[in-house]
């Protein structure tokens, strides 16, 4: 319960920020559209959302944590600061000439991320200019990185999360301020929207790094020592911030084989920016909550407490993202339509966004496991095996896509990425197992089929619901029928889906309720 209290409140913020982002998508949508001005907005935005991938959102702290739990443990508290500021600086340092060789390089990279911008048009040098507007947020990224990762080794797992929803309120407040001013799908709309995301992640910044500075591990000064313990965390980061990269690599892999096809890159960029939802929360609950109690586990040395806590990160992962991929191919159309349909997207860019949507939504549940399975790994300080049974599942990524867009287009590059999934999940799983690493619970073997039981009942109920609806309402006129048809959906889809595992004994939603009290 303590687990799940933890990800509730990791999963709130989590949710809340990408309800916020959801929100900056749709005025996007609708100051934009789906074309050549948001094909190459989109294409530059693949570098700062890179980095947020790889370092804001947690893939730090499969190294951070463990090392700065057993920093604390063996030397106390002053040597975690020291450790902080170090690894702060180094950061801060390396991300800053980062951002300007991007800034300098900016016509290389669009070349090598959108190679079907070469053909004649405005994609190509748009696409420059706003990659120089938005590398900024690069340096920043790894500040909020490392001031997110001592939080949570700290057991502040609400602060850090909070700090996401700071940094999409800002881009929220640009995208409104645009569409309250009535702006245009112009050149000079995208560039400010590309300039945001630096202000917002200084902004994300404040607010994470005020957090860190009223604890007593607070950093005093910048440090660029490469003492041992940072040489080791570096070594020990690298492989697991690449691991938790892959998934941004393979949109951005698909979006080199969609370039070529006007609008392809901007129906994957949203179809993804839905799947992404769950897989949001999931991963930074994971990143912040699960993967230092099993952390805490196994330097406890209690197997019995360690299997229970696996199983019960097997378990929250497979329950919030089974409804959710089958929820995606149900109202694939209603979701994508309800959210972005307005302004300039128009109903073939829904119809598009959702058939890439129905498409991804299959692998929802296979990342979802691999990051679970990343974590038991990363708890045991081995960073490695998740990076390579990661490039094993993008290798599946970028061979599907080449080998369906000729026949499927964006589609099929969807569903090459949703089958890289659950091949890298696959692989891990074997892996850990042989190891002994992997341990589950017999009553969790019990609650997995009766949440699948309660996804297939969830199922039915909004297949039927939403095939009632159409013959009694027209709910494809007007944005605001098409929006509460869709919550009315979500909403019964979820109450039956809570109901369903409260009567098969999954979980009680009242202890959950009385938990979740507890912690605020």
């Known amino acids: 319960m303590s687990i799940a209290r933890d990800v509730t409140t990791v999963g709130a913020a989590t949710l809340t920020s990408r309800l916020l982002g959801f929100l900056r998508d749709a005025g996007v949508a609708a100051v934009l559209g789906a074309g050549p001005l948001s094909d190459a907005y989109f294409a530059a935005l693949q570098i700062p959302n890179l980095f947020r991938r790889l370092l804001a959102e947690g893939a730090l702290n499969s190294a951070y944590v463990p090392m700065a739990m057993r920093i604390r443990d063996e030397n106390g508290p002053v040597a975690v600061r020291r450790f902080g500021e170090e690894v702060l600086g180094t950061m801060a340092a390396s991300l800053c000439a980062v951002a300007m060789l991007c800034a300098v390089f900016a016509p290389v990279i669009v070349h090598l991320l959108a190679p079907g911008f070469r053909e004649p048009g405005d ?18 990224s790894g500040v909020v990185a490392v001031a997110a990762s001592a939080l949570n080794a700290e057991g502040r797992v ?45 902004a994300q910044f404040v607010c994470v790094g005020s957090a860190w500075l009223r604890l007593d591990v607070r950093p005093r000064r910048l440090s660029l020592a490469l003492s041992p313990s940072v040489r080791r965390f570096f ?41 992404e939802l769950p897989l949001g929360v999931i991963s930074i609950a994971i990143a912040s909550v699960l993967g230092p109690a099993i952390a805490a586990s196994l330097r406890g040395g209690d197997h019995g407490q360690g299997a229970g806590t696996q199983s019960r990160a097997l378990e929250i ?43 991804i939504s299959a692998g929802l549940p296979g990342h979802s496991l691999e990051k679970v399975m990343g974590a038991v790994s990363f708890a045991h300080e081995d ?36 089958l890289s999934g659950w091949v890298g999940a696959t692989l891990l799983a074997i892996i850990l197992w042989r190891r002994g690493w992997l341990r ?17 009942i969830m199922g039915g109920t909004i297949t039927g619901g939403d095939a009632l609806l159409k013959s009694v309402l027209d709910v494809s006129g007007t944005s605001l029928a098409r929006i509460a048809t869709l919550g009315l959906l979500v909403s019964a889809g979820f109450s039956v889906y809570a109901l369903c595992l409260q009567v098969f004994g999954v979980t009680s939603v009242r202890g959950l309720r009385q938990a979740i009290r507890e912690r605020l």
């Not at 190509?124 to 900024?136: H, I, K, N, Q, Y």
């Not at 589950?440 to 309660?454: D, G, K, Q, S, T």
């Open 158 to 202: 609400g602060a850090a999360a909070f700090g996401l929803v700071v940094f999409n309120g800002v881009l929220v407040s640009v995208v409104l301020a645009l569409i309250l001013s009535d702006a245009q799908a112009t050149p000079a709309a995208a560039a400010l929207l590309s300039a945001a995301m630096a202000v917002a992640g200084i």
């Open 123 to 140: 994609r190509f040098p748009l696409a420059v200019e706003f990659v120089r507007l938005s590398v900024p947020y690069v340096a920043v």
């Open 235 to 275: 070594a020990q980061a690298i492989p697991g911030v690449v691991a938790g990269g892959i998934p941004q690599l393979k949109l951005m892999a698909g979006a080199m084989v969609a370039s070529s096809s006007q609008a392809a890159v901007s129906w994957l960029y949203y179809a993804n920016r839905l799947y």
């Open 440 to 456: 589950i619970e017999v009553a969790a073997w019990r609650r997995l089929p009766r949440i699948v039981l309660a996804t297939v």
């Open 383 to 418: 960073t490695h095996t998740p990076m390579y049974t990661a490039l094993c599942g993008l290798a599946t990524a970028v061979t599907g896509a080449i080998l369906l867009f000729p026949h499927y287009g964006h589609v099929g590059v969807a569903a090459a990425i949703a």
């Open 317 to 359: 992962a497979l329950a919030l993202s089974l409804p959710a991929a089958v929820a995606f191919a149900v109202l694939s159309e209603a979701i994508a339509g309800g959210l972005f349909q307005r302004g300039a997207f128009g109903p073939r860019d829904t119809a598009m966004v959702a058939a890439a949507l129905t498409a």
